[in-house]
Each structure stands twice: as C-alpha cells, then as structure tokens.
C-alpha cells in the first residue's frame, strides 16, 4: 500500500493540512492514521508569518497535534542559516519585514531585529529621514501584511548603502492561498526591493536549497522512503524532486488537475484530489 512505502512524510500546511483558518475534512484523521502506524511526520512551510510556536497552537486549536520539533518553517530555516551558517555577529541586527514569526525565530537565536517600529506616516518631504544604520547587517524579508513605503525604503537604503548588508528571503512565493481565493505572496512584494536595490536575495524556503539542506541535516532523511506532500508544483513538489523524495500533489490548494498533467509542470510522483482521501484508502 501507498503508506507503507514510506517512513517520514513531509507535510506543506497551507492548502494542504488547512485553507487560512479552516481545516481540509479527514485531514486530522489521516495525520492520526499515520502517526498510529509509526510514521515520522514532519511539517514544512513557507509561512513565515507564524513562529514554530505558534503552529503547534494553530494545530492544537483545529484539532490536531504536532510538536515544535516537527515543524520547519522558513522563519526557523532563516534563523539557523544565520547563525550555523553565516555566524552572524553579535552585535548585528536584522531589519526585518514581516511578522512576528520572523521575528520570534531569530530572536530565539540571539539575533536582534529592528523594523517593527516602522509604522510612521511618510511623504516626500520626510523620507530624508529615512537613513540606513550601521548595526543592520541583514535585511530579512518576509510576508508582511503592514508593509509599507517606509519600511520598502529602510530595506533600500540598508541594501543600498550597505554591501555587507545581507539580503535574504524566507521565500519567493508569488501567490498565497487564503479562504476563497489566492492572493499576493512574498515573492509577489520582494519584487519591489529587487528591481529598487538590483540585488538578488538568498532564499530561503521551499524549493530552495538552504531549506532542503537544513531539513535533510536535521532529520537525517532517507530519501527513497520519504514523501513530500504539497499543493504548489513550483514549490513543495519542486522541493521534493531536488531532494530526491517522492511526491504526491493534492488539489486543495494551488494546483489543479490541469497543471498536475500539465508535461511542462515539475512532475508529482502521485496527485489526490485532498490529504484526508488516505485515511479513506488506509480504512
């Protein structure tokens, strides 16, 4: 049987696990199912909105149980790469646009973050004010449902004036599904700052590799018994091609059955229309 080819299964949240705050029926009981037969879930996001943290709360309030140790988040992945990886200094900041989740994660490891505070008004005649600041070592950029010309022009400036400054993305998704549609993801706003600064950022998150390697390093995967299931082609599929895992598409978010067929497309292993179809095939 399908599940039992497999003993780690990589999960995307949004789209797959839920759709915003609503969670894809039979989902819980699937994830169950698999947790009963031994498997090792594992959930991986793009999101960089929400801390580690607080998904286990997420998950806790539509039902479902995970453990901070389970969940690898682009916010999480941007963290550790800055300190494992670049050995950020100490007396360096991060500018960061996006949400708390971002900041939560780099503050656990001991790295400063300035721009939360960037909530003033500005107008031509004040953005002289607007200088950038010797303790930024990096701009850190992710979804960010404030954003605004003042914290766009404090990235700039920093990128700009700066060239040790560090430019990273959590990740470069152009869309993000939420309730009844899709709308603007973070690679949809990191545009503005790419064409402005003419920088190319390090990103992150999925299908990146930074993210592939933190994941397989941490869990010590092996890949021939390991799926990553998704509902982006470009992203959680892509991710899962590189790391030489299997793939299995569901249609409850981005993709549909069209772009799944689609022989231009990066190509799934396996598609089902939702997740919460295997507790249905496993009964």
């Given at each position: 049987?399908?599940?039992?080819?497999y003993d780690t299964f990589l999960f995307d949240c949004d789209?797959?696990?839920?759709?915003?705050?609503?969670?894809?029926?039979?989902?819980?009981?699937?994830?169950?199912?698999?947790?009963?037969?031994?498997?090792?879930?594992?959930?991986?996001?793009?999101?960089?909105?929400?801390?580690?943290?607080?998904?286990?709360?997420?998950?806790?309030?539509?039902?479902?149980?995970?453990?901070?140790?389970?969940?690898?988040?682009?916010?999480?992945?941007?963290?550790?790469?800055?300190?494992?990886?670049?050995?950020?200094?100490?007396?360096?900041?991060?500018?960061?646009?996006?949400?708390?989740?971002?900041?939560?994660?780099?503050?656990?490891?001991?790295?400063?973050?300035?721009?939360?505070?960037?909530?003033?008004?500005?107008?031509?005649?004040?953005?002289?004010?607007?200088?950038?600041?010797?303790?930024?070592?990096?701009?850190?950029?992710?979804?960010?449902?404030?954003?605004?010309?003042?914290?766009?022009?404090?990235?700039?400036?920093?990128?700009?004036?700066?060239?040790?400054?560090?430019?990273?993305?959590?990740?470069?998704?152009?869309?993000?599904?939420?309730?009844?549609?899709?709308?603007?993801?973070?690679?949809?706003?990191?545009?503005?700052?790419?064409?402005?600064?003419?920088?190319?950022?390090?990103?992150?998150?999925?299908?990146?590799?930074?993210?592939?390697?933190?994941?397989?390093?941490?869990?010590?995967?092996?890949?021939a018994r390991s799926c990553m299931v998704g509902d982006r082609?470009?992203?959680?599929?892509?991710?899962?091609?590189?790391?030489?895992?299997?793939?299995?598409?569901?249609?409850?978010?981005?993709?549909?059955?069209?772009?799944?067929?689609?022989?231009?497309?990066?190509?799934?292993?396996?598609?089902?229309?939702?997740?919460?179809?295997?507790?249905?095939?496993?009964?």
């Amino acid at each position: 049987a399908f599940v039992d080819r497999y003993d780690t299964f990589l999960f995307d949240c949004d789209g797959v696990i839920w759709r915003g705050n609503t969670v894809i029926d039979n989902v819980p009981a699937t994830l169950d199912m698999l947790r009963k037969r031994g498997k090792r879930l594992i959930f991986v996001t793009n999101n960089s909105a929400t801390s580690r943290r607080d998904y286990v709360g997420k998950f806790a309030k539509l039902g479902m149980q995970a453990a901070v140790e389970e969940i690898f988040s682009s916010a999480y992945a941007t963290a550790v790469y800055l300190r494992d990886v670049v050995g950020f200094a100490s007396d360096k900041k991060a500018y960061v646009i996006g949400g708390s989740g971002i900041r939560n994660e780099l503050e656990d490891v001991g790295i400063a973050t300035v721009g939360q505070d960037d909530t003033a008004a500005i107008s031509l005649a004040t953005l002289g004010d607007v200088e950038p600041s010797a303790d930024v070592g990096a701009v850190v950029f992710g979804i960010d449902y404030d954003i605004s010309y003042r914290k766009l022009a404090n990235a700039h400036v920093n990128l700009t004036q700066n060239p040790d400054c560090l430019f990273i993305a959590t990740n470069d998704d152009r869309t993000l599904p939420g309730g009844k549609h899709v709308y603007p993801g973070t690679g949809a706003l990191l545009t503005t700052l790419i064409h402005s600064t003419q920088r190319t950022p390090l990103v992150m998150g999925k299908p990146n590799t930074p993210m592939l390697d933190c994941v397989m390093q941490k869990f010590h995967l092996d890949p021939a018994r390991s799926c990553m299931v998704g509902d982006r082609l470009d992203t959680d599929i892509l991710f899962g091609i590189k790391g030489g895992v299997s793939t299995l598409c569901v249609l409850t978010g981005v993709a549909d059955e069209a772009s799944v067929l689609s022989p231009s497309a990066p190509q799934a292993t396996y598609y089902m229309s939702s997740l919460g179809n295997l507790f249905e095939l496993a009964q």
